[in-house]
């Protein structure tokens, strides 16, 4: 149970299925017992960037800003806070793995959801990165939304509870 | 839509190229040195090689109709933003259509000319084909999303289609030797029944890739 403003690091080995679990809360995959209840939207970020390979940055992201109906403004302001708004006429094919999580982070940012989940967010980031996304998350937060971060990278989130996979297992 | 159509059109970002165009054309030309420049019997089988010829080329851009953006993930986001599979493979459809059928309607014309069909039979094809397209187009987006989520996919495309485009190309092609248009007609109420349940189809199919 998460209320506004809470989060949850869900911490465990490979294959202890975090990925099941954050596709079974975003509603992609169904439980075999137990129900997921939430009040609000929910955005996903996992390995896959969503992002076509052919086209530009700029407009890969402006097709999911379009469906989220993101305004000009705010779309350059999330591309501008992960570090990319130099890249938007690259297409998507010739960035690097860090790149398009950064792409995918600001997709994320963009779509405006109260409830994140995040699948190994820090796959393939650098340490700027890693301390980006840690703040993304810290003002998620602050701002009353709800974050799982499924991870087996120790990840520095204060305000988060850790709930390890392992202590689960009957 | 507008994604899709620009992924998918000739020249566009996906290599939807032109290859089914040419493959069309090629087979149109290629037929009449491979059976004889008999012109009259060139006249009397032309409009079921065109027949033929479009149904193949409506099947070459197959795999890349669906299998990309499953596994980029694309249907995953949008059903996070409550866009449902079935929208998303209606509009994939309509783009498919767009992406071929007009083009493949003007080709018809040449091939048409290569073939030495007389100007009634052409009409017919014509007809035939733009009652046959969508239910083509229907047809290859239900087998894309069918078989994207499996390895060899390609191979299995091919054996789904066969028992799936028969009716079509029987009434379709049908109507070329009939005076009335029953044929067309009947070839225009299948392609709706297969438009009508392909997205249904195709939903599911990647719901049920989503699981495995």
């Known amino acids: 149970m998460l209320k506004p403003g809470e989060a949850y690091h869900v911490a465990g080995p490979n294959g202890i299925s975090k990925t099941s679990l954050m596709r079974i809360l975003a509603g992609l995959l169904r439980p075999f017992s137990g129900q997921v209840k939430r009040t609000g939207d929910v955005a996903l970020l996992d390995e896959r960037s969503a992002l076509d390979p052919q086209v530009s940055l700029g407009k890969a992201l402006a097709f999911w800003a379009d469906l989220d109906g993101v305004g000009q403004h705010e779309r350059h302001a999330c591309t501008d806070h992960v570090g990319l708004t130099d890249l938007l006429d690259v297409p998507v094919r010739f960035l690097s793995t860090g790149q398009r999580k950064r792409a995918a982070l600001a997709r994320m940012q963009g779509q405006q959801a109260p409830i994140w989940l995040l699948d190994e967010p820090l796959n393939g980031l650098d340490a700027a990165g890693v301390a980006l996304t840690e703040i993304m998350v810290a003002d998620h937060c602050a701002g009353g939304g709800i974050v799982v971060v499924a991870s087996h990278q120790p990840m520095a989130l204060p305000m988060a509870r850790t709930l390890e996979l392992a202590e689960f297992i009957p | ?212």
């Open chain 2, 1 to 212: 839509m507008r994604r899709d159509l620009a992924l998918l059109m000739p020249g566009g970002k996906r290599g939807g190229s032109i290859l089914p165009l040419l493959f069309f054309l090629a087979v149109a030309m290629l037929y009449p040195f491979a059976v004889g420049p008999d012109a009259q019997l060139l006249a009397r089988t032309g409009g079921g090689v065109i027949w033929v010829a479009a149904l193949l080329a409506a099947i070459l851009p197959l795999d890349r109709l669906v299998a990309p953006d499953l596994e980029q993930g694309v249907f995953d986001q949008l059903a996070l933003r409550g866009i449902s599979e079935e929208l998303a493979l209606a509009v994939r459809m309509a783009a498919h259509w767009f992406s071929f059928a007009p083009l493949l309607l003007l080709a018809t014309i040449l091939a048409a000319a290569l073939l030495s069909l007389d100007g009634e039979t052409l009409r017919k094809v014509l007809l035939g084909l733009l009652a046959g397209t969508p239910g083509l187009a229907a047809i290859g987006v239900m087998i894309a999303a069918l078989t994207a989520g499996l390895r060899g996919g390609v191979a299995l495309s091919g054996l789904l289609l066969i028992p799936l485009a028969v009716p079509i190309l029987i009434f379709g092609a049908g109507s070329l030797s009939r005076p009335d248009g029953a044929g067309i007609a009947l070839a225009a109420a299948i392609s709706l029944v297969l438009v009508a349940i392909a997205p249904f189809a195709g939903g599911a199919a990647i719901r049920a890739a989503r699981e495995g």
